[in-house]
């Protein structure tokens, strides 16, 4: 018998001339089709008892139809009348169990007249008291040739001969592509793909082609293609267990960790793929791509998660999440949570026995995009505060679930945490700095050193600090009309002194932005004239109209700058204060007489 049941009507398929596996699958793949991104199509295997149903097609409404398939080519009339029984009890166990809102018998052949009245009497006569009572109906023959008008690929996937068609079709698409060019490529490309869908009922292949690359991803054509059709990959790869790849490779299969897992194709000793025709021949790979799935329908998504956090037996941050997804392994899960408003990530490994062995991790990962920056700071607080604490401890709903032990000082070539640091730092002064001047900003995508400094003075500006500023390089100042030379003026212009003025309002820059702190003060211990004796020698001559002075911090770079309106309101009792800033060398010179404020 060939495939199909064609071999005794020319190409068409000979419904009472299958086998009940075939006619049973060419069946299912006709409803996976006609109700695709419609219903929901759930195929049962019988073997465990199918309670009624072949198949049941559940709608967006929550109407569920049920599919009776009965192979009976001959019928239910004369000699096969007693098959009429087998078909009433299945529609009784239906609708006991399933309360469908209809249900349909599927068979081989036209009915007649006496199977319709049967047929559509089942409703009234069979259904158990208090039970719903559907809507019958029936597919014969006709209606399943119907169907395969309605969907030819079903029909071709059948064609005997279609792996020989198929590549007829491909050579001659090919030689009209060199005639006409590229007008009609995606009409050829699509009719292609149609072919390629039309290989097989529950699988099929995408491919698409870049930078000279053709690539192809298996894609299933139906919710049951893993049950109808499975596939199974078989590998051996020799993997050094402590490489980066070995690492990954232990927690995806231990924990079900959703890292990818990318193993080169030097290290895959055996590959082979096994199932329906349309894998075979997949050659081995150059790379083996692999990752773990979610568990579907696990209780615990959903479910409240927070994570306490734990400084030298103390409780310092409490923070809410969520579960989004757990993933199962051979020696524990991967629960996977999010944390402020689904900015943080943080994938935990739990054991499902703990041993002198168990080696766990946990992953953090975040998005600052398009946050302000004090939300930017407290995200960051909690990220660093996972990696500080001495112990983060897990309560799913209330209930403690795990804990984490940490040594509460991450590693000193911890590039990411010292990013993580500065990233905080600058997000706590440009909120100080927003709250101060009533503006508002997303965090910056980019920055440079000189915005970190400019948000970091501005900051210990706002709090009353003395601050040395990049903006108070020098100053410009001038002697009055017709001063008289005095022993001050020259002590001015020649020495180094203590002095102090008021300049006006200060403007912080960040990026291209401004931002006005209110009136400033400037003042240096060792403030000094740069052109001072040659402005001394024109004032002696007595000409000490026009002449300007530029003023310089000593041997510092800049100036020490407060503003008038922070508190403290006494001078004397503000503090010159570091800039304090990982990666950058503080500019002024340690003196006695400058004492920071982080030494008192």
Known sequence: MTMGGREAGGDKIQWTRLDQPWFDRIVETLLLRKF??????????????????????TFPDGSLT???????????????????????NSYVKAVTKNKPNQWILVAPRNYTNSEKRFIRGLASKATPAATRRPTVGWLGQAELDQLLIDYPEVDRWLTLDHYRETRRIFEY??????????????????ALGELVDSRDADWTWDFARSDGAVVQTLRALNDNAAQRSPIKINFDADLDPESAVGIEFRRSMQYGSPSQVEIP????????VLGPEIVQGIPDPETLIMRSLPVEGSPAVGMLMEARLSHEDKLVLKQEGVVTEVRNGTHGLTCVMSYVGGRVTLAAEIPFKNGPDTRTMMDVGYDLEGLSPRSVAELLRFVLGLQLAHEVAFYIDGQFLTRYRGSGVPSDDDDDFREQQMLYSFAEDLAGLL????????????????????????RLLIEGHVVASPLARGVRARLVPNAEYTEEIAAILTERQNRQWLAGAYTALIGDRTFELGSSVVVHPE????????????????RSDGIDLVLRPGDD??????????????EAERWFAKWDLDGIDEPWLDRTCLTPVDET
């Open 265 to 272: 194709g030097s290290s895959i000793t055996k590959f082979e």
């Open 173 to 190: 698409e090919r030689m009209a592509f060199l005639e006409s060019g590229a007008a009609d490529l995606a009409r050829r490309v699509g």
């Open 527 to 542: 403030t000094w004239v740069e052109n001072g004796p040659a402005a001394l020698a024109t004032f002696e001559r007595g």
């Open 435 to 458: 709250a101060h001047t009533g503006q508002n900003m997303t965090f910056p995508r980019t920055f440079d050193q000189k915005d970190r400094v400019h948000a970091r003075v501005a």
């Open 557 to 570: 770079p800049y100036f020490f700058v407060f503003l008038v309106e922070s508190a403290p309101s006494k």
């Open 66 to 88: 049920i599919y009776q398939l009965k192979y009976y080519p001959e019928g239910m009339s004369g000699g096969f009348a007693k098959r009429r029984d087998n078909v009433k």
């Open 36 to 57: 695709r991104g419609i219903a929901d199509v759930d195929v049962v295997d019988g073997r465990g008892g199918d309670d009624g149903v072949d198949v049941g097609v």
